[in-house]
């Protein structure tokens, strides 16, 4: 007798479907959408355009180029990041970093990155997913820096956590985006947006 256990194929037709999130940490994912899920209901999110890799690119060149120059900094550069915000709802971000910590601690899904960049997609609803909800969750986590970049307004929408939530500023093309986590880094945006 088999005790092998055959994992839950989960594709686009399975939008809206509860999933536990033993289920999902378990789930085999047709590709190439990506999913999370909102309080335990499964959210089919198209993959991404030529377009939307074309600014994550730069952005991950230029944190993983910052890695290897300031080693003892930043620890994870992580790409479609899983990220597990509680009350049935897991994000995948599309770049998370994880700065360098002392020993002990929660492991991924569970740590939370201390900087998250969303590019945002066309479409009504992820320009919602990444500029309210996400924002919100984030906040909540403890994220303190969250950065929305978004191409089709042509800027970076970045919120710093402070004492009172997160403090914005926006940055627009022919500026640079930097970071009080990560002094010296700087990312151009004419080369993202």
């Known amino acids: 007798m088999s005790t092998q256990r055959t994992s839950l194929l989960l594709g686009p037709d399975d939008a809206g479907r509860f999933v536990s999130a033993e289920e999902f940490a378990e789930a085999d994912f047709i590709e190439p959408w990506t999913y999370e899920r909102e309080a335990g209901r499964l959210v089919v999110v198209s993959p991404d355009s030529k377009e939307h890799d074309d600014c994550s690119e730069p952005i991950r060149d230029h944190l993983g180029a910052f890695r290897l120059a300031h080693p003892g900094v930043i620890e994870l550069v992580v790409s479609e990041a899983w990220i597990r915000v509680g009350g049935g709802t897991d994000r995948i971000a599309d770049i998370a970093v994880y700065l360098v910590r002392p020993e002990g601690g929660p492991e991924r899904p569970d740590r939370i990155p201390e900087l998250v960049f969303e590019v ?47 403090r914005r500023r926006t940055l627009r093309r022919g500026q640079i985006y930097q970071s009080p986590l990560m002094p010296g880094l700087a990312i151009p945006l004419d080369e993202v947006i």
């Not at 950065?147 to 929408?157: A, E, K, N, Q, T």
């Open 120 to 166: 945002v997609s066309p479409d009504r609803e992820s320009r919602e997913r990444d500029y309210v909800r996400k924002r919100r969750e984030y906040r909540a986590l403890g994220v303190r820096e969250y950065v929305i970049v978004d191409r089709f307004l042509g800027r970076f929408v970045v919120l710093t956590l402070g004492p009172r939530g997160y």
